[in-house]
């Protein structure tokens, strides 16, 4: 069995209890950064374990060996850095593979930064689309926001630190009177919900050089 593991955003509280069973019963865990893994092992008081690293590097190359160790009956443990695994993280294609391969697949479910961020936007949450991150160009950028803004839904996406202003900045240009919400550090200390129309939130993070992972949601 391939198991899916959800892992903790920031708050090492949020690791489930199901996840620390499946990682310590797990035959091998393949993590996209060992390093880290490790360290949450030992947070975990988890002993030493096989693991493997996986990363978009590495994924197609390690595919077939993680397949072949799951026709052999092993329990597999699928980790990434942080959340869940496949969402802009490594195991799309593992997931694939496995699944074409008729290998059963398990969700071991908990954090992920996009619904963290959209139940607490503010912004409806029946409806959403995620975008994964933002493109860098100026100009993919515009044609992204443009196209998003001509759907109804709730859109969410990421965006790095290094370029939240000039996004927002776009956004406050294009749709000055839409509410948006960016979701910085959720679940970590310095935690912050920043909501109102883009023109306001572009008013309050200006010059104010944000940091820390962020997530974007768009009414
Ligand atoms: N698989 C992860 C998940 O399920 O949340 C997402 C991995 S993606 C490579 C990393 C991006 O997720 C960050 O750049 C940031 O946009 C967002 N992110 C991750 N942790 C976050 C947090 N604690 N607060 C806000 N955004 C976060």
């Given at each position: 069995?391939?198991y899916?593991?959800?892992?903790?955003i920031?708050?090492?509280g949020?690791?489930?209890?199901?996840a620390?069973?499946?990682?310590?019963?797990?035959?091998?865990?393949?993590?996209?950064?060992?390093?880290?893994?490790?360290?949450?092992l030992?947070?975990?008081?988890?002993?030493?374990?096989?693991?493997t690293?996986?990363?978009?590097?590495?994924?197609?190359?390690k595919?077939?060996?993680i397949l072949?160790?799951?026709?052999?009956?092993?329990?597999?443990?699928l980790?990434?850095?942080?959340?869940?695994?496949?969402?802009?993280?490594?195991?799309?294609?593992?997931?694939?593979?496995?699944?074409?391969a008729?290998?059963?697949?398990?969700p071991?479910?908990?954090p992920?930064?996009?619904?963290?961020?959209?139940?607490c936007?503010?912004?409806l949450?029946?409806?959403f689309t995620?975008?994964?991150?933002?493109?860098k160009?100026?100009?993919e950028?515009?044609?992204?926001?443009e196209?998003?803004?001509?759907?109804k839904?709730?859109k969410i996406?990421?965006?790095?630190?290094y370029?939240?202003?000039?996004?927002?900045k776009?956004?406050?240009?294009?749709?000055p009177?839409?509410?948006?919400?960016?979701a910085?550090?959720?679940?970590?200390?310095?935690?912050?919900f920043?909501?109102?129309?883009?023109?306001?939130v572009?008013?309050?993070?200006k010059?104010?050089?944000?940091?820390?992972?962020?997530?974007?949601?768009l009414e």
């Amino acid at each position: 069995m391939l198991y899916i593991i959800s892992t903790p955003i920031g708050n090492l509280g949020d690791i489930s209890q199901r996840a620390i069973d499946s990682l310590r019963a797990a035959d091998l865990i393949v993590a996209e950064d060992t390093r880290r893994t490790i360290n949450l092992l030992k947070h975990l008081g988890i002993g030493k374990k096989r693991m493997t690293s996986f990363d978009r590097h590495s994924e197609r190359r390690k595919t077939p060996y993680i397949l072949a160790e799951l026709k052999e009956g092993k329990n597999i443990a699928l980790v990434s850095d942080s959340g869940t695994p496949g969402i802009n993280d490594p195991g799309e294609y593992l997931v694939k593979e496995a699944v074409a391969a008729g290998i059963a697949v398990s969700p071991v479910p908990g954090p992920s930064a996009i619904i963290s961020a959209l139940v607490c936007s503010g912004l409806l949450t029946g409806k959403f689309t995620f975008y994964g991150f933002a493109p860098k160009k100026e100009g993919e950028k515009r044609r992204f926001l443009e196209e998003m803004n001509g759907r109804k839904e709730t859109k969410i996406f990421y965006e790095s630190p290094y370029r939240i202003e000039k996004t927002i900045k776009l956004i406050a240009e294009l749709i000055p009177e839409s509410r948006i919400c960016i979701a910085r550090e959720l679940t970590k200390m310095h935690e912050e919900f920043i909501r109102g129309t883009a023109k306001e939130v572009f008013a309050r993070i200006k010059d104010k050089n944000l940091k820390g992972e962020m997530v974007i949601v768009l009414e």
